[in-house]
């Protein structure tokens, strides 16, 4: 295998045949700030989760996974087989729910992403329906920035950037439709597609896990205030008890809210595929 890409969480290896090896790590990301402290389980979590939804949603639009069984001696449950993308520089997002960036930009200007919303709304309502609010994939900043739907016209042409939305909107619905019967609220949740060695838009990176999406349970669910997060987000709201100033280097994550973030990917995992969890021999 030949190593092509370390991200904060992901690290992509080529293979002989050309096909690309997903790894998920174990590493944990805030504020695009890799942590060094790791979540045991978290890679394989994330990455089970997502071959379940690329599975339940393959009618929807194709997506890059060949096999997340089929895998390298060495990186079983935490790796997937893909086809090879070139990706769309595009983060798709779809939000049901007001919260995170979506709600400070909210907050300042009454729109997430160039889409207006009703007066009044408050941390954790639900909006009048999903919304595709997209992000940068680069920027000078490093960080994702807000554009709206006319530059990703400009970017990509309006054929391509209604497909990128109306397909967003469309998973968005199906997974967060899944999740309700089992509990749990989607809020929000980002997509990456990119184009095959044949033309065809496809799905790649992650779908609708931990690290990519807000979950809360939904009968915990109380607009007004922060929600029980099912996500990362658990992580976030702990670094900002510190003290960090959100660059490097992050602050090492005690051992209980370690166990904490284990324990609400693992929850997250079983209640959305209806399937239990063994546990890694780490603790």
Sequence with gaps: MKHIHTGKVRDLFELDNGEILFVASDRVSVYDVSLPTPIPDKGALLNQLSAWWFEQLKDVVPNHMISATDVPSGFERRSMRCKPLKMVKVECIARGYLAGLGLREYQKQGTVSGVPLPAGLVEGDRLPEPIFTPTTKESDTGHDEFINFDDVVYQEGREVAEQLRDLTIELYSRGAAHAAERGIIIADTKFEFGWDENGTLTLGDEALTSDSSR?????????????????????????????????????????????????????????????????????
């Design 215 to 283: 979950f809360w349970p939904a009968d915990a669910w109380s607009p007004g205030k922060t929600q029980h997060a099912f996500d990362k987000q658990f992580v976030r709201d702990w670094s900002l008890t510190t003290g960090w100033d959100k660059t490097e280097p992050g602050p090492a994550i005690p051992a209980d809210i370690v166990a904490a973030t284990r324990s609400r990917y693992t929850e997250v995992y079983e209640r959305i595929t209806g399937l239990r969890w063994a546990p890694s021999e780490v603790s």
